[in-house]
């Protein structure tokens, strides 16, 4: 059988392209077919990725690049006992993927002995996600030029503000299969927005973003309105003395530094010595309350506000997990190694993280506040202590002092040392939880804003 006449290159210009270039469940379990029918390892594993990207950037008010990018791969991890090895290919043919067998079996057995190595999963049965639009995967580059003017005519129209973002849309799938029967799919469309826009006196910054797996449900002309705003009210920012205060953090900032919570909720970890959620005296903290009782923290790839691939890496199911309820740490995640290893159930490596909220608006919040601070977002976060979470970064793109429940300036950037256990445990108020932009840990991402007390600011920043 050859290759899927759909994977040859079609111009980006066709609306239907992301349609013809992202493999179908059916191709891709061909192709899967077709790999193993080659194969006379013990077991072979064959993971694929398709996708195309469209996307449009622009700076300095003037559209800058816009482009298209196809792909495909296969990953073919072949193994003899404990042995194994992987070998990747962008080249679907027989010819091609029956050397890429061939190459994978060969290093394979050169391998040394794994001792964590697993047998091949068997059939699964897997959740039905519906991450995928077609609204999202046939957008045209005049549909992402069009959401790009919503920033660049108010700013051009400004003539003291300058307009830098990027539009980048998606469609994707990702398979897995192997010997024993195992076969997942999932395909998803993506849109995401973001946007800085800088003054020209070089004081002021303001930065805003979106994304969702539906493009029709992003607002560009909002978006663009609330990072010019920002620019505007960031102008000639002031220094305050750093310390602790009480601080405002939007979703975006509270993204950054709660996903982490489930990134260090590894039983191996902590069943190690090696995590926040050690014991004193051995064991983990399961059944403990850890943060403020107002704190339930998820993962779960059928929630319509995260639709994510309902399985990991390994092809395990992907369900609704529930980290953290009312403040308790009520679970933590098992790769199958160390749920063998435990006897327990593996759960599988999250894919989404949401944090649940309540009711308050930006703006309660800043009412009720006689001093404090409101964080647009955070960047270059560092990891300074894992046993607490313990992390450093920088505020950035709009940082406000509060004065009697009202934005009184603009304020230079800060330094932090904070971490996510410690800030919602000084939790005061809870805002609706909404999709963020994308954080430096990646993924789908939905979080609230809130309200903290004694947020510990260490020092200035000069940057803007």
Do not use: C
């Not at 539009?167 to 469309?189: C, E, L, M, P």
């Not at 979703?251 to 909720?265: E, G, I, M, T």
């Not at 990991?312 to 529930?322: F, H, K």
């Not at 406000?400 to 800030?423: D, T, V, Y």
């Amino acid at each position: 059988m050859s290759a899927p006449k759909r994977l040859i290159p079609a111009t980006p210009r066709h609306a239907a392209v992301a349609n013809a270039n992202v493999l179908t469940r059916d191709e891709a379990q061909a192709i899967v077919g077709r790999a193993i029918g080659f194969s006379k390892a013990e077991s072979v594993r064959v993971t694929i990725d398709s996708s195309y990207q469209g996307n449009v950037r622009f700076a300095a008010n003037q559209m800058s690049t816009s482009g298209g990018v196809i792909n495909a791969n296969v990953v073919i991890e072949s193994a003899f006992g404990p042995k194994h090895a992987a070998v990747t290919t962008n080249d679907l043919s027989d010819e091609a993927l029956r050397r890429t067998v061939e190459q994978s079996e060969v290093l394979a057995r050169l391998a040394p002995d794994d001792p964590e190595s697993m047998p091949p999963l068997g059939p699964q049965q897997y959740a039905t996600v519906q991450g995928w639009f077609d609204g999202t995967a046939n957008l045209t580059p005049d549909d992402r030029a069009r959401a790009a003017l919503t920033a660049l005519g108010p700013a051009r129209d400004a003539r003291d503000l300058a307009a830098a973002g990027y539009i980048v849309t998606s469609a994707q799938s990702n398979a897995i299969g192997n010997k024993a029967g195992q076969f997942a799919y999932h395909r998803s469309t993506t849109a995401n927005y973001t946007l800085t826009v800088r003054t020209s006196d070089g004081t002021g910054s303001g930065w805003a973003g979106a994304d969702d797996n539906d493009w029709s449900k992003i607002n560009f002309a909002e978006v663009s309105k609330r990072a010019i705003d920002k620019a505007r009210l960031s102008r000639s920012p002031v220094a305050i003395e750093p310390g602790r205060y009480t601080v405002i953090l939007e979703p975006q900032a509270v993204a950054d530094l709660v996903q982490l919570l489930v990134f260090y909720a590894d039983a191996r970890s902590a069943d190690e010595g090696r995590s926040p959620f050690v014991k004193q005296g051995g064991g983990n903290k399961i059944g403990e309350k850890l943060v403020d009782s107002r704190v339930t923290l998820i993962s779960d790839p059928t929630d319509p506000d995260l639709s994510s691939q309902p399985y990991d890496g390994d092809g395990l199911p992907l369900g609704r997990q529930v980290w953290i309820e009312n403040g308790v740490l009520k679970q933590l995640y098992y790769s199958r190694f160390w749920a063998q290893k435990s006897n327990t159930t593996p759960t599988g490596f999250p894919s989404s993280v949401k944090m649940l909220g309540g009711t308050a608006s930006l703006d309660d919040m800043i009412r009720s506040t006689p001093r404090g601070v409101l964080v647009t977002r955070l960047w270059y976060l560092r990891e300074v202590d894992p046993r607490t979470v313990l992390y450093t970064g920088l505020t950035r793109d709009g940082t406000f002092l509060i004065e009697n429940g009202k934005i009184a300036k603009a304020i230079r950037n800060l330094r932090f040392n904070e971490s996510p256990l410690f800030m919602l445990n000084n939790l005061e108020m809870l805002g609706r939880p909404m999709r963020v932009a994308g954080t430096e840990a990646g993924g789908a991402v939905v979080m609230p804003p809130i309200k903290v007390r004694d947020f510990n600011f260490t020092s200035l920043s000069e940057a803007v």
